[in-house]
Each structure stands twice: as C-alpha cells, then as structure tokens.
C-alpha cells in the first residue's frame, strides 16, 4: 500500500516555487507593454522588470534565457499585435497566417530579451549591478535596432516620452539614456526590495547610484526646458489631414474625390495664409510626376497663395536595370521651384520583402508599385533657410537618420506618414512618441502630416504643441521656430560614446562576475 505524505502542503508549495519565476516573467512582459501609449501608465516602466530580474536571481544562464524568452514573448505579442490586422486586412492572408507571422517576429525579437537576462543573470549579485544590467539591456536595443532588418520599435525609454525633465538627456545620448536610465532604476528596485539587509553596502550604493544618476537628469532637463533667448525663426504651418480611407486611396475610381479632398481642404487653409502647408505620405495616388496638368494648377494655386507645399507621391526612374520605384516627398514652391526627398529606410513586408529568394510567397502591403528602392540623398529639401528635412513613414523611428539630416543642414524635420494601417490600435500613438525624441535629440521641431492621424506638432524640447485625433478630416495650424542652432552633443558624436562606454562596463561586469564565481 502506498504511503501518503504526513505534510501534503509542501508538494503544492513545490509547484508554487518552480511555477513563480515564469508567472513573474510573463508579468514583467505584460508591465512593460502597459508602460507604452496608448495606456497612460508610463510610471510601470520604472518597476516593470522587477518581477523578471527576481525570477533570474541566481538562475543558471540557460535558465535566465529561458525566463526572458518568455517575458519577450510576453511583451512583443501584447505590443505590436496590430501586425495580424495589417497583414489579414491589407496584405490578404488568412487569420491564421497572420497569427503565425506575428508569432514568427514575436519568437525573433523575443531572443533579445532572453539574451538580456543570460548576461544579467550574472550581475544580479555585484555591486552597482544596476549599471551592468541597465548596460546589458541598452546593448541588446541597439542590437535590436541594427540587425537583421533592424526594428527599434518601442525602447523603452520611448515610455517616457510626455517626461520632458527627463528625456532632454536624448541631446547628449539620444533614446539610449533614457533607457540606461528606466533599466537601471528596476535593477535598483530590485536589489532594495530582495535584500534581506537593505542597508547593506551593496544595496545602498545600487540605490544611491541610480537615484543619484536620476536628480542629474531631472536637473539637467529643467535646465535645458528653460527659454532660450535667440531670434526666432518662425514658420507657420497647415496640416492637412485628409482620413482617406486606405482601402479606398488606390481605387481609380476615387481618385479624383481624393484630390478634391487635399484641394477643399489646403483652400481653406490658405485663407488663414499660412507659410507652408503639409500633406502626408502619398497623398497623391498617382504618380505625380506624370501628371503635368495637376503640376500647372498646383503651381498656379501656390503662386497665387504665396505659400510652399510638402507632400508625399509613389515616383520612378528607369535605370538601365530597369524601372526602380521610390516613395516620395516633394517640395513646391510658389516662384515654381521643385525638389524632392526619396525615402532610405523602407518598411520590410510593407514597401519590400526581404530575404525575397526564400519569401517567394509573401506579398508586399502597398499596391502602388512594384518593390520600392531606397533613396540616397539625404539633404534638406530646397535652398533656402529655414530647410525642411523630410523623413517619410517610420523613418522617424531610427535616430541616426535624423541625425545625418540635421548635420546636413536641415533646421526643421517634416514627418509625412500613413498611419491608416493600423486602424485604432495602439500603434499610431506609439510613432508619435518615438518621433517626439528626434527634435529633443537634434534641437530641431517637427510638423508631422499623418492621413488618418495622428498629426502633430512637436518643439525642439520635445513637447507636442498641437495634434489631432484619430480617424478625423481635419485642418491643423501651427508654428514652429526653426531658427539655426549647433549641432547637439549627439549630433556631433552619435552612438559612438555610448557604445564605448557599454563595452567597457559590460566587459568589467564579466570579469567582476567571473571573480565573484570563483571565489571559495
């Protein structure tokens, strides 16, 4: 006869021990994708991996990648869920597809975080182990952020995007510091709430150095957020938001009710005699360049209203490969003069499809054209100052591109977008936080067009002056002062001092946890 256990409850407190670890994996997956927009919970991202650094404390390397594995799986399927609406609404793929397409970029993006807890498994017991692990995860961002396709959507210091006392450190180590710092405040946390002795030695100085690092950010961001005292150089601005309907903007059908809607629309604003006027990327859906009838009476109309017009249009040339395809933005002027921005970074699956030998099967999402080629000047549009640098779609979401604009002398960034793709999900309100860190990075503001929204107006300190809503036929008007400034700390250097300084601190705290094992 088999014996039964006198204590039953500790098979039971077995199972809550192994199990807890994952519960708080997935938790911290979940508090992280609660710390971005839409959800006004940006304050989580200061705690949000605390349940995740417990889960990895003193776990084996293999173990940790595993906890973190899950915590990304977590996280990224919760964050860019929109991916399967996109795919099944426009791209044509089954339900099902596109569950799995999500799960594929999911299971990808997710290595990152897994990676992240194998290093910092390792740093949980040093002292400053908050630097080590804050390093750890700001190293895997940037890795994120340039291999493979590169995809730095929603850093985690993105959250922080409505703390101007806090992200103007963006100048000096662009969205890279507000990371260090959000991660670095966790591992902080962690260490205080799972010392048994908080007042140890080691615990104070993790808590002492990361409070520390946060009064001199908060500092340094009331400092820069004061006035400036320089002549201005103001630009007024009308932004059209026309709220096409996506599956409507390709229809030949609709296309003159299309042009009339921009045309209504830029009239009424003209009355308010603006110095420029905004429209989004491909406005037209038609090749502009073709169309030398809608060229006349653009110019006509701009001459007569003395203003500028930027927009977005499908183009080509023909190359003696063959016909490349580009994405667009123009530059009018009322003296008649044109110049144009082809888009560099292009979106994968949306306007190309990579690794096309092995995804003979996978259709681009824009009708448009064939696949899309990448443009190679970077230069402001026209010659005149104030100069506009124009960053099409989620080209705002790479920091060096705006940097190399900036340093090519562009005094103002104009962000045109079709953000119609993502329907009312969560990821038209995530693009306009990420793009609010390329002014406060290069000092420079920006005017964002976006067709159904969300358009905006953003200062070079970072703070959304003017925007519209959602999914609404809108005129906005703003003003931005694009008057010359030099170029910032970032400009200047890049990622080069930040890189240095996470290959130094990530190598000591190796060798520091390498010393720390061997020990008797």
Not at 30 to 48: E, I, K, N, R
Not at 327 to 353: I, M, T
Request: hydrophobic letters at 50%; a positive charge.
């Amino acid at each position: 006869m088999a014996e039964t256990s006198p204590y039953p409850y500790k098979s039971g407190l077995d199972f809550l021990r192994k199990i807890l670890p994952w519960l708080g994996a997935a938790f911290s997956g979940l508090l992280l994708t609660a710390s971005f927009p839409p959800f006004h919970t940006d304050w989580l991202a200061w705690v949000c991996l605390v349940p995740l650094l417990k889960a990895i404390e003193d776990k084996p390397p293999a173990e940790a990648f595993r906890l973190g594995y899950v915590a990304g799986i977590v996280h990224f399927i919760t964050l860019i869920y929109w991916i399967v609406f996109v795919l099944q609404r426009y791209g044509g793929l089954p339900l099902p597809a596109g569950i799995i397409a999500l799960c594929a970029v999911c299971f990808y993006l997710a290595l990152y975080i897994g990676a992240f807890c194998a290093v910092s498994a390792r740093f949980t017991n040093l002292p400053f182990c908050g630097l080590f692990i804050a390093a750890a995860w700001v190293a895997l961002e940037y890795a994120r952020a340039h291999l493979i396709i590169g995809f730095p959507w929603c850093l985690v210091g993105y959250s922080q995007y409505r703390r101007l006392s806090i992200i103007q450190i963006s100048d000096l180590g662009g969205v890279y510091w507000v990371s260090f710092l959000v991660v670095m405040l966790n591992a902080a946390v962690f260490r205080f709430f799972s010392s048994s002795n908080r007042f140890r030695c080691k615990t104070f100085l993790n808590v002492a150095f990361a409070v520390s690092a946060l009064v001199f950010t908060a500092l340094y961001g009331s400092f820069m957020t004061k006035e400036q005292t320089r002549p201005p150089a103001l630009i007024n601005a009308a932004v059209i938001q026309p709220n096409i309907d996506q599956g409507l903007k390709w229809d030949e059908a609709y296309r003159a009710n299309t042009i009339d809607i921009y045309m209504d629309l830029t009239g009424k604003a003209a009355a308010s005699s603006p110095d420029l006027v905004v429209w989004p990327e491909t406005a037209t859906p038609f090749y502009f360049q073709e169309n030398l009838k809608f060229e006349d009476m653009l110019f006509k109309f701009l001459a007569e209203n003395k203003l500028s017009l930027i927009f977005g249009s499908p183009a080509y040339e023909q190359t003696q490969e063959g016909v490349k395809f580009f994405n667009r933005a123009y530059l009018l002027s009322p003296q008649q003069k044109k110049d144009f921005y082809d888009k560099v970074y292009l979106v994968p699956f949306g306007e190309y499809v990579p690794f096309q030998t092995i995804l003979f099967f996978v259709n681009k999402l824009v009708p448009a054209a064939g696949n899309f080629s990448s443009g190679t000047d970077i230069s402001p549009l026209g010659e005149d100052h104030p100069a506009p640098g124009a960053m099409i779609c989620f080209e705002v979401i790479f920091p060096d591109h705006a940097r190399r604009q900036a340093l090519a002398g562009a005094d103002f960034f104009v962000n045109l977008t079709n953000d119609a793709w993502f329907g009312r999900s969560s990821a038209p309100h995530q693009h306009l936080a990420m793009s609010v860190f390329r002014s406060i990075e290069q000092r420079k503001p920006m005017i964002r067009a976006a067709n159904t929204g969300i358009s905006a107006c953003i200062d070079r300190m970072g703070k959304i002056r003017e925007h519209t809503d959602l999914f609404s036929r809108e005129i906005m008007f703003c003003t931005v002062d694009a008057a010359v400034s030099p170029p910032t700390f970032y400009a200047r250097c890049g990622d080069s001092l930040t890189l240095t300084f996470l290959a130094v601190v990530l190598l000591l705290g190796l060798f520091l946890s390498r010393r720390l094992k061997s020990r008797p």
